[in-house]
């Protein structure tokens, strides 16, 4: 037996990112436009930088609360705040070393072997890969999509689930999709949640990625604080941290010491400088977000209207996150046509079928860099898709 052969059956079975592998295939292309990653193109600004500068220089370099320091969690609690206008105290939060750190310790309290958790596809991949390396089953629901745009059907969560079912997984604004649920929809699908006992795992992490008015509908407009809710969310996307790793779990504070006991026996805390960096986000980036909202919805416009033209490419205009997921006159098999377009566009893009059910035929561009980059992307693409 090879030493492979001795490892766990969930861990052999977790599957290759289809995202890395279209990454790997071009990342060294001369000239190659990426647009395969979730991230932005800007660099943290100096105002978290230097914050976590001092602090670094300051010394702040020994282990530190496992949950967070106190002024981090403070920070949050004004953050929602600001964001609901209601009351939240500092032992609602837990600091975590990422969201996908987020996600993996709500999963380690909420689901075990045999354990089925929903989640609605096309999704995110990483929660479905976690979940089975957890030891859970995966239950995808697939949101419909129409000349409407994408929509959730919660009669068809309702009919997945089943005696083993434990949680629903619902990201909203979504990632890949950009469907943004309304305040009709959470509220059914927390009805669903209550009665049938179930947990629900909101990844609200693009709620400020979101074209209509103010930040998108949550959870927390229409749910009470003794709901089975945990929030889990990253300071990656708003305040161009991405390879910081921080993220945070908005609970209930009689949950706190449990999440604290997972986080000893995962990562042990984030370390307190970048901690400092985030408080520096929190309490001073409400414009850079602003900002960055603002821009990311011009190069949504942009994409949209060059790709639009072609009258190739099918797509809803996003509501929310930073992503354009489309299809192809002709194309059923984005793995190839992802392989396909760095070859002859220069261009990365994420296959659909990375995305699982739902998303096969589909293709993820993400729109948040600068304008200039954005457009001649666009340009390369409806190149190549008048060719195909």
Not at 26 to 41: F, Q, S
Not at 152 to 166: F, G
Not at 168 to 186: K, M, Q
Not at 335 to 362: C, H, M, Q, Y
């Amino acid at each position: 037996m090879t030493l492979i052969q001795n490892l766990r059956p969930e861990a052999l079975a977790a599957p290759e990112s289809g995202i890395v592998a279209v990454v790997n295939y071009g990342r060294l292309r001369d000239g190659l436009i990426p647009l395969w990653a979730g991230e932005g193109d800007l660099p943290t600004p100096s105002f978290i930088t230097d914050a976590a500068s001092k602090a670094l220089a300051g010394g702040e370099t020994f282990y530190t609360w496992q949950k967070g320091i106190p002024d981090l969690r403070q920070a949050l609690a004004r953050y929602y705040h600001r964001l609901f206008g209601k009351h939240f105290a500092e032992d609602e939060f837990i600091v975590t070393g990422s969201g996908m750190h987020a996600i993996q310790l709500a999963l380690d309290a909420l689901a075990g072997a045999g354990d089925e958790v929903i989640y609605l596809s096309p999704a995110w991949p990483n929660f479905d890969a976690a979940a089975a390396i957890a030891g859970a089953v995966p239950v995808p629901v697939t949101l419909d999509q129409s000349g409407n745009g994408w929509s959730c059907d919660v009669e068809k969560i309702a009919a997945a689930i089943t005696p083993r079912t434990r949680a629903l997984f619902i990201n909203t604004p979504s990632n890949p999709t950009g469907w943004t649920a309304d305040h009709e929809t959470l509220r059914a699908i927390l009805h669903l949640a209550r009665a049938n006992g179930l947990w629900i795992i909101a990844d609200e992490i693009y709620s400020l990625f979101h074209y209509g008015q103010g930040r998108a509908p949550s959870f927390l407009d229409v749910a009470t604080g003794e709901d089975r809710i945990l929030f889990v969310n990253s300071f990656s996307k708003n305040w161009a941290m991405t390879g910081w790793r921080v993220g945070w779990i908005k609970t209930h504070p009689s949950l706190q010491q449990v999440f604290e006991n997972l986080i000893q026996y995962s990562n042990s805390g984030v370390a307190q400088f970048m901690q400092r960096g985030a408080v520096a986000a929190l309490d001073q980036g409400d414009v850079f977000v602003a900002e960055q909202v603002e821009r990311a919805r011009k190069a949504r416009d942009l994409v949209c209207g060059i790709l639009g033209a072609t009258d190739r490419a099918r797509f809803t205009v996003p509501q929310g996150a930073f992503y354009l997921f489309f299809r192809v006159d002709g194309i059923t098999d984005s793995r190839s046509a992802a392989f396909e377009i760095v070859d002859k566009a220069n261009v990365g893009l994420a296959p659909g079928t990375a995305f699982g059910p739902g998303g096969e035929a589909f293709l993820r561009l993400c729109f948040h860099r600068r304008l200039d980059q954005l457009e001649e992307a666009a340009h390369r693409l409806a190149k190549w898709m008048t060719a195909v």
